[in-house]
């Protein structure tokens, strides 16, 4: 096991990447690990879900981005080398933990896993420590090398560093898809100086930790990752895709707990609609074969689903208005039961949407997801919060921002033939401005 743990390739293998120019891979085990099913089968997941519908660029995958986060780690490590409180030991869990930390992911990530009650990083523990290739690889490093990784993934494993490393407000993960979706998306937001922080990184007992002199480059990384967050990852016309892609699933597992017959039997989803998801079950879903449900739903019988379907399938979205759930609710009430006067079901046609992000946040001990600050390496060796040294990161800091829109069809509500329901309908929507 040993001679594994240590064998090297006889030459260097490189992937060619947009971001990184190239991700190098010399170890034996790393290249063992790309060439799994499990491994491969992230070719088949996008990274940003349903963003390609807005920023048609945005087709990358999880394979490509977990390939990033593994490179940066491994230039992270080099740095490293010979410096105090790094481990040497720990070097090939640090890659492995960098390459599978998003296994887990299934198709459209985050907006399937809230339909279903699923969590993926309960699967990428499940991936890693099941009957699979990936768990014949790791356990061939040695007995008990599974479970360290899935430790690292899960931010139990002792060594805080290691951890810190995948998972901080400062680490691989960020600064990889950062980089990586401004680059797909086509747009300048991402983009922060990452050669200048990972030369300023250094390790410490617990975390990693930034020199002084590159805190100017870490504003600009914070930024970077609050700027995509809301011009990006919150945009509204992905939040409608999302909407309508919910509501085909919800619909999808309504009418089978309701003993409709499919035109076409969704066998793949049978155990996600029980709630019943075996392991084997869920790597054989992927996006290809979500997209194939769809594209066949669009002729059920079932007008909802079909119309839902049609609109995911050719980008018929869903228009929005600004909405304050504190302060409207009664307005929103009265829609409901305006679209259900027009036959338009609001439980599919109706529906407010709330996207929240804390950009950088110090540290909050006890509190829910408490979150390792960002430390500074002060010339004195004293280790200073960012937020106390950065006027920049001190304006943002524990600042959480939450945005709520109301998503509806406007085609359906051009076509209402009663006049006066439609401008009842319209004198409520449109008094702030659809869009």
């Not at 899960?154 to 290691?162: E, F, G, N, R, S």
């Not at 001190?394 to 359906?412: N, Q, V, W």
Request: glycine content about 4%; overall charge negative; some cysteine.
């Amino acid at each position: 096991m040993m001679e594994y743990k240590l064998k090297q390739l006889d030459e260097e293998k490189v992937f060619k990447d947009p971001v990184h120019r190239y991700i190098h891979v010399k170890d034996q085990v790393i290249w063992d690990l790309i060439a799994t099913p499990e491994f491969q089968r992230l070719r088949r997941i996008k990274q940003l879900g349903t963003s390609y519908l807005t920023f048609h660029g945005a087709e990358h995958s999880r394979f490509n981005h977990s390939l990033g986060v593994y490179e940066i780690v491994r230039r992270i490590i080099f740095n490293f080398q010979n410096r105090k409180h790094w481990n040497p030991d720990e070097r090939l869990l640090c890659l492995c933990a960098a390459l599978l930390h998003d296994l887990g992911h299934g198709p459209f990530s985050h907006s399937f896993e809230k339909v279903f009650k699923l969590d993926h990083e309960y699967f990428t523990r499940e991936i890693i420590l099941g009957d699979t290739a990936i768990n014949r690889i790791l356990e061939h490093v040695e007995k008990g090398f599974s479970q360290k990784v899935a430790d690292v993934i899960a931010k139990t494993y002792p060594d805080k560093l290691v951890v810190s490393l995948i998972s901080s407000q400062i680490d691989a993960d960020r600064m990889d898809y950062l980089q990586r979706d401004a680059y797909f998306t086509g747009v300048s937001y991402g983009h922060f100086d990452m050669e200048r922080i990972l030369r300023v990184m250094r390790p410490t007992e617990d975390q990693v930790v930034i020199k002084s002199t590159g805190m100017h480059a870490v504003e600009d990384y914070i930024m970077s990752r609050y700027q995509m967050y809301w011009q990006v990852y919150f945009h509204p016309v992905t939040r409608s895709a999302e909407v309508i892609l919910s509501k085909i699933l919800h619909r999808a597992k309504y009418l089978y707990e309701s003993g409709y017959t499919f035109e076409l039997k969704p066998i793949h989803f049978l155990s996600f609609f029980k709630e019943d998801v075996q392991l084997e079950e869920y790597l054989k879903l992927d996006e290809g074969i979500v997209s194939y449900y769809f594209q066949l739903w669009q002729d059920e019988k079932d007008p909802i689903l079909s119309d839902l379907c049609e609109r995911f399938m050719n980008r018929r979205l869903f228009k929005y208005i600004e909405f304050n759930p504190n302060l409207e609710m009664n307005e929103w009430m009265d829609l409901y039961q305006l679209f259900q006067e027009a036959g338009i079901d609001p439980d599919y046609y109706l529906v407010v949407d709330s996207s929240s992000d804390l950009p950088y946040d110090f540290y909050r001990p006890g509190e829910e997801e408490e979150r390792l600050p960002i430390h500074l390496l002060m010339p004195s060796g004293e280790l200073k919060e960012l937020s106390r040294n950065s006027d920049i990161v001190e304006a943002i800091s524990g600042k959480k921002r939450t945005d709520h829109k109301l998503y509806f069809p406007k085609d359906r509500l051009d076509k209402l033939t009663d006049q006066h329901l439609k401008r009842k309908i319209e004198a409520i929507l449109y008094k702030r401005g659809e869009k």
